[in-house]
């Protein structure tokens, strides 16, 4: 299994990105996906889930309304859209699944910095 985020980046407040994850080695289209996020002395948290098929998303309340996820089953790539960007959604982001145990990605840093 492995996991590819791109996409990160310096950005100014109330600004956009968007964070891509290449995904291979596993049966993709049959898998949920999920971005989760590191701020600095932070836990790591789930920032948005889709299911195997698209049909299905969740958001942290933090981000809802902001943020979009979406995947590609033909490419093998998953989406986060983040629009408004604010300086607390600074972190590390990383591309994640379940497969009997979790994958990460290497993450792909975001920063929101006037």
């Known amino acids: 299994v492995q996991l590819v985020e791109s996409g990160g980046g310096l950005v100014q407040p109330g600004g956009s990105l968007r964070l891509s994850c290449a995904a291979s080695?596993?049966?993709?289209?049959?898998?949920?996906m999920s971005w989760y996020r590191q701020a600095p002395g932070k836990e790591r948290e789930l920032v948005a889930w889709i299911s195997s098929g698209g049909e299905s998303t969740n958001y942290a309340d933090s981000v809802k309304g902001r943020s979009t996820i979406s995947r590609d089953n033909a490419r093998n790539t998953v989406n986060l859209q983040m629009n408004s960007l604010k300086p607390e959604d600074t972190a590390v982001y990383y591309c994640?699944?379940?497969?009997?145990?979790?994958?990460w990605g290497q993450g792909t840093q975001v920063t929101v910095s006037s």
């Open positions: 080695g596993f049966a993709f289209s049959s898998f949920a």
């Open positions: 994640n699944t379940y497969i009997v145990y979790a994958y």
